[in-house]
């Protein structure tokens, strides 16, 4: 943490939790990296590609939401339009298997925002919370805010390790040290290594959940975007205790922009998270996303993006299997927007994918360093050896230009075989 | 607070702040009057005239946002319009005579959200705040839920009592108790009094918050819509030692579904409410908002709002002075939406005005009680023989209509004279 920037004027002012949460930016290699090189391609980032937004369809939504009911589509609660959106995100919820009605559901500005008022809910300051390691680093800026110990969870190619979390579990209740109050989850598509924790594994992390008394705060923002292999439930869809706390989102099937996302969860608990999730709705993006769903286009659009995005994964890991064959390892994602690549024993043992990543923008690629996705706020905490591609913004064409600058950048530190 | 709301079966697992601010609902009382008799005339809630809302102009914004820069209009980040939006918060901000420039602005989806993310940046669990009393319940909620004690500070005909307020400061530093971390104040067109602190005591307060090294969070909701008399300088423009964080907001001006709401105050604190501000930015609405700026439509739109809750406003009053002329006691606000109303001592010295909601919603005339403005927990803080009448809602027909309700459901109550 930087000692200049802790000595401002209102230091002693700030909360205890923002006061830690101050030194720390989990995206700040790849900041400087992408401001130095705006011409390299972006495998970095997460975002969908850009023509894959519905401008006209929202447009027109919206048109015809002010139409309707133009009294009450910008005033406080929102009008007819936006009325309809809980009743969808429900309906949707159930065909993943998830057994719920609107009562269970409280809208928010986005998934992040949704995990912020569950946050809030839930963690003191000094709790313990357990997160998969790596994960999501929006996330984890979130968690900071809040003061509390952030333990990672390792993964395998099934996704979380649930022997190695029940080790932790037993060893932390044996010692008398703290057990988490919530454990947070991309079960499916997980980000950052795409993988998929498979149905006995959720079966088990429930098991914990109870035997351990936790909540398990599901963050299912790919989930719809399944490009081949079988549906696994949701955790939610398997809970027969109302200890799992959902996150749903539009920002990656519909567009980021409207920031519509939503829980779903135990009617107590959405009691307390629509206290913490303090202030009006966004009934302007409701309104238009309402009637757009109202109207079929959310199926339609899914189904278009589902066949863009795997052919932009195919291309990604046929560009990966021609170009870094041998120096790097992935596991192939069914769904979501990632893969997580580890570089082999033949690379230079002391080679780091966040020192490497300026070398690699300088040969036209910026991708996600591994170490960002770790707890640990020094970016100490592992991933030294991965980093992060997502295939879900750029073109075919920048796809293989990304995945061949990368591997020149990797042979340039390859050990002479 | 009930004790069967307070078993359920998540509680434990709650933070303490949560279950601090459960069994707490300020607007209970107006919520079961307003479902009981739903055509009552409401002069209860605050909610701008049903077709106050620029419906056209913003949609024509929003179809030209995507016109000009479509590919990022729903992106992560938003495009060219979304951009415009922070220099003209800094602008309107400067019009006001802040001086401040957009690296001092983050935007946030509407005021109440920033207020939130000030509150998560300030306030640590036992901390104090300080907050006018009466004061806007929907910022108390907010405050509750971080586990802080608040404490009210009285106004008068001129907002804000100073002399009360230093007495308060005084006495606390003399006893060894704690100093507040945070003032929070709407210094202009007080919700729910009406009133405006005058410049005397706008300096006076700012010296007292750097005697006492405290911040002081301002809430301008309404500053653009004065009828009458003379601007007086919001806190930020009077601020030399970047000591106010100042909130604004468009929901009166444009509309509340939007939810465009910022922050404006110096570097350091924007950094840390940057932090705490979680989550990707509503680019649809700071899209179209954007452009509703850049092509003149806000200015033009305050002109006629200000001309329409200016009749609005002097309605209510001409309408107060007809009916309830010797029960009542209100001072006439220059700006804003409400007028507070004290019941005269000729009413039943018994008479309050939570109880005596129910006896005017039956009369046709639904009102906001005066406790809901007090920070007290259980409502027993204050305001027992005040009313908030909002006159922003209905038409000059409904004032008048609502106004005569509550002057029979008056004389209901009206000792014999």
Redesign the interface.
């Known amino acids: 943490m930087d000692e200049l920037e802790r000595s401002?004027?209102?230091d002693h002012?700030?909360?205890?939790?923002?006061r830690a949460?101050?030194g720390w930016s989990a995206y700040e290699t790849w900041r400087s990296a992408t401001a130095a090189n705006p011409d390299a391609v972006s495998l970095g980032?997460g975002?969908?590609f850009?023509?894959s937004?519905p401008?006209?369809e929202?447009?027109s939504a919206?048109?015809r939401a002010?139409d309707g009911d133009?009294?009450?589509?910008?005033?406080?609660g929102?009008g007819e339009d936006?009325a309809l959106l809980p009743e969808f995100v429900a309906e949707r919820a159930r065909t993943h298997g998830i057994d719920c009605d609107t009562s269970q559901v409280e809208l928010t500005?986005?998934?992040?925002?949704a995990i912020?008022a569950v946050s809030?809910?839930?963690?003191?300051?000094d709790e313990t919370l357990f997160t998969e390691a790596p994960t999501f680093p929006?996330t984890l800026?979130?968690f900071r805010?809040y003061g509390v110990e952030i333990v990672g969870c390792p993964l395998d190619r099934d996704g979380l390790d649930v022997d190695a979390l029940e080790r932790e579990l037993r060893a932390r209740r044996n010692d008398d040290r703290p057990l988490p109050?919530l454990f947070y989850t991309i079960p499916t598509f997980q980000n950052p290594t795409g993988t998929t924790l498979s149905l006995e594994r959720r079966r088990r992390l429930l098991e914990l959940a109870a035997e351990y008394?936790?909540?398990v705060l599901e963050d299912d923002a790919y989930g719809d975007l399944r490009y081949d292999g079988e549906d696994v439930p949701p955790l939610a869809a398997l809970d027969e205790e109302?200890r799992v706390v959902h996150v749903g989102t539009v920002?990656k099937t519909v567009?980021?922009?409207?920031?519509i996302g939503w829980v779903i969860a135990?009617e107590?608990?959405v009691?307390?998270v629509n206290?913490?999730n303090?202030?009006?709705?966004?009934?302007?993006?409701?309104?238009?996303v309402g009637r757009y769903f109202a109207d079929g286009y959310y199926e339609q659009n899914v189904r278009e993006l589902r066949e863009a995005y795997e052919k932009r994964r195919d291309r990604m890991l046929a560009s990966l299997d021609e170009h870094l064959g041998s120096a790097a390892r992935w596991v192939k994602p069914e769904g979501g927007f990632f893969v997580w690549v580890e570089l082999s024993e033949e690379i230079d043992v002391d080679v780091d994918t966040d020192e490497l990543l300026s070398r690699a923008a300088a040969e036209g690629v910026i991708y996600m360093p591994g170490p960002t996705f770790f707890p640990a706020a020094d970016g100490e905490g592992g991933g030294e050896r991965f980093l992060r591609l997502s295939f879900s913004h750029g073109s075919l064409e920048e796809i293989d230009r990304g995945v061949e600058a990368l591997a020149r950048t990797v042979r340039t530190v390859s050990s002479p075989s």
Chains 1, 2 share one sequence.
């Open positions: 401002g004027r209102f002012l700030f909360s205890e939790s923002a949460t101050g980032v975002f969908p850009p023509d937004f401008n006209d929202l447009l919206a048109e002010f133009g009294d009450r589509t910008l005033q406080y929102g936006a500005d986005g998934a992040t925002r912020d809030h809910a839930f963690l003191d300051p929006g800026a979130v805010n109050t008394d936790f909540v109302g920002s567009a980021p922009g409207v920031r135990d107590e608990i009691a307390q206290r913490t303090v202030g009006a709705s966004n009934t302007l993006a409701q309104s238009a």
